[in-house]
DNA sequence: ACATTTACGTCAGTCATGTTGACTTTTTTC
DNA sequence: GAAAAAAGTCAACATGACTGACGTAAATGT
């Protein structure tokens, strides 16, 4: 089974077409060992690209978080950020209200259910998440052109999507694509003030 | 479901004919949020498999963090720990006594230089570690299996070492090879009473 | 030999971000 | 009108990071 190369330096370099050996529980550290490691260090450079920026402002990471699921779903009730972040409401709430006091989220009563108060970015705030994910964007993109085939960005998401856990799956496929669609459809309904400013 | 292409799926491949929107506030979302989503939410189950285990012993995650990597590179010094996770001595001394203390790790004078502290983990230690890896390399096995092809293992490796640093990559290949180079060693010469297949 | 540097540890304080639990207000729903 | 839901708030606490200062032992350089 860790008849997988071991030695050859560039074992990580090289793709290698080597077995994953199927003993889930007991051994079988070798070939995974590094993968584990290697999205430890991969993970640990991507969070940390807005860092500078987010300094500029006395924000942390929590900041960018919530900025950018704001700016995905503009109109998101807080319930829906609670859901998504899995974090409590009282850690929310400070990072909100900084957000919202410093003018980069805007919170309005819903329409028809008042109770709810519905969640926009500021466009000091869109300007800011643009970016954050231009950022962060500029990493994926090299690192996929590094790749080289036209088929790496499918296996990464492919990846990535089978990484998560599979009950996580639909939530998150669908929150993507309804803010990927209506995204779309803001572009569309009204093309190009940005990027300009 | 894994074609979560919601635009035109033009944008990457003209990702190198185009120019990469490089500079920030560009357009260029579409294609590349979707991936920045996809790590969080990935990365998140990912370290959160073995809070459960953890949270037995009374640990957090930067325990994890810390017999990981002495159990991956046994005999490290301190330093190298500090280089490698990236925190205070402060930070690390907390945690590492608590592994100390509950004899998990052993920490031993160096021969040559005895001002050292060199780390090892111990069978209790080690057994821990191998809980952790054989935890989320479960989670490997599972996206790579479903994600098809022999090639699914080399293609995430490839996209993962892509997504670090540059600067990085040499500092942290040398490790992984380094420590994968000592463990094989190890299994050669004294081959566990533990190791399946 | 002595000064400097290195490796490690520790005290003291702070910050960011998470947690529980309890409670209130407003509003919708049954 | 009672119950439930959405949001906000206060208080207390845990974790894991940080800085700065200081101490001690051992290696190293002149």
Redesign the interface.
Known sequence: ??DVN??P?S????????????????????????????????????VSDPDEILARFGFGRAHH?VL?FVN?HPGMRVTDLLDIL?ITKQSLGRVLRELVDQGFIDSRAGSSDRRQRLLYVTPKGE?LA??F???????????????GG?E??????????????PE??GP??K???R???A??ELRRLAPGP??G?
Not at 18 to 39: C, H, K, M, T, Y
Not at 133 to 147: H, K, Y
Not at 152 to 165: E, P, Y
């Open positions: 089974m860790t071991v030695s330096p074992r990580l370099a090289e793709g290698d077409s080597g077995q994953p050996a199927r003993s889930a529980g007991a051994a079988a550290s070798p070939p995974l060992v590094d993968i584990i490691e290697l999205f430890f260090f991969a993970y640990r450079n991507f978080r950018h995905r899995r300007a643009r970016d994910v231009a950022l962060q964007s500029a990493r994926i993109e090299r690192a996929l052109a590094e790749c036209p790496a960005l499918g296996n990464a998401r492919r990846f990535l999507v089978s990484m998560i856990d996580d799956r998150i496929e929150f993507i694509t803010a990927d669609r995204a779309e940005r990027s400013g």
